[in-house]
């Protein structure tokens, strides 16, 4: 028996083939699994963050109500496919988009904002920003603007070149959810029960942050006349500018907390404690139920709901980022390239 060629030059040609291979693997995770950081874009775009800031300051200088917009706009681009942008995106031809799903349906604002922080940042760095890290830095600003914390943002997503309206419809949960639907949903995408507190004061299912925006008639006029675990006092009021009959004043406004409506802090926690939850989701989560405790907890530190909700805005924003060579830099944050 006996080798062809040189049994060398057969290790060596497998070696590099090996290596090559290894190399060729490293490259595909690298672009598929790339990681989000908070200074992704501090030398491609320097001046990102100031941008953003100018432009979100100036928005809710105008109209307060559009810093709970900006963040509820991005809890629904996050719990529908993950963190990528397709809740901006119009309908075409090929699909039909998240904007009119029933959650965002006559509900979902802001869009011209986004447009406009677009616009201002590819003036000083076109083609670099995702219309995703847009997003997430603008609630992260809004947040801030209004009174509550401030936290580092990772950026590096990319934006889906596609959005399913069907995938919003499912994804969402509505303000009608008992303690269970929420709970599941949020654990469904890595959210634990006291994520899922923290952010209810912010928002996922209405149409603005619980603890700052208002909410329309359809989503609260089942809870006000229906419910027995609510304040009577505070029912009545909500009645008057909200009729009981369907298709009367649907589209009528009312505060999520009613104490400071456009402060981002912990009152919308001790207004479930008082059975003041103007939502039948929001009151869920202070009913007798596993989550009581932490919503006391809340309500009695303004501290500790603060760091609780950094840390899950910081968890939420990693939910299925489209990163490395996977979806595109849109240009336009409401059409793909």
């Known amino acids: 028996m006996y080798m062809l060629g040189n049994p060398k030059m057969g290790s060596a040609s497998s070696f590099s083939k090996f290596c090559l291979t290894l190399l060729l693997l490293v490259d595909v995770l690298g672009s598929t699994n ?4 908070t200074n992704f874009y501090s030398k491609s775009c320097p001046n990102l963050l100031s941008t953003v800031k100018s432009t979100v300051t ?155 925006g208002q909410a329309r008639c359809t989503s609260f006029r089942a809870r006000i006349y229906n419910e027995s675990n609510i304040d009577a006092s505070f029912a009545q009021t909500r009645q008057r500018n909200c009729p009981r009959t369907t298709g009367s004043g649907d589209n009528n406004l009312a505060p999520l907390d009613i104490q400071t409506p456009t402060s981002f802090d912990n009152n919308y926690f001790k207004n479930l404690i008082s059975q003041r939850g103007l939502l039948h989701s929001d009151q869920q989560l202070f009913n007798g139920g596993s989550t009581d405790s932490i919503v006391r907890g809340y309500g009695n530190s303004p501290s500790s709901f603060n760091s609780d909700f950094v840390s899950a805005m910081i968890k939420m924003g990693d939910i299925s980022p489209l990163t490395g060579s996977r979806g595109e830099i849109r240009k336009n944050c409401r059409r793909v390239n």
């Open 34 to 37: 790339a990681q989000l950081s």
């Open 58 to 212: 100036s928005a809710i200088n105008k109209e307060a109500r559009m810093g709970a917009s900006l963040l509820r706009l991005f809890f629904h681009d996050c719990f529908v496919n993950g963190c990528d942008g397709s809740v901006l995106l119009d309908d075409t031809s090929s699909f039909t988009g998240e904007k009119n799903a029933i959650p965002n349906r006559n509900s979902a604002r802001g869009f011209d904002v986004v447009d406009n922080i677009k616009s201002a940042v590819e003036n000083v760095c076109p083609g670099v920003v995702s219309c995703a890290d847009i997003l997430a830095i603008a609630a992260r600003d809004s947040v801030e603007i209004l009174g509550g914390p401030k936290w580092a943002v990772k950026v590096g997503r990319r934006d889906a070149r596609s959005a399913s309206q069907s995938a919003a419809n499912n994804g969402i949960p509505p303000p009608t959810s008992n303690l269970n639907r929420l709970t599941s949903r949020f654990n469904a995408l890595g959210l634990s029960t006291r994520d899922l507190v923290a952010l209810s004061a912010s928002s996922v299912n209405c149409a603005g942050a619980h603890t700052i």
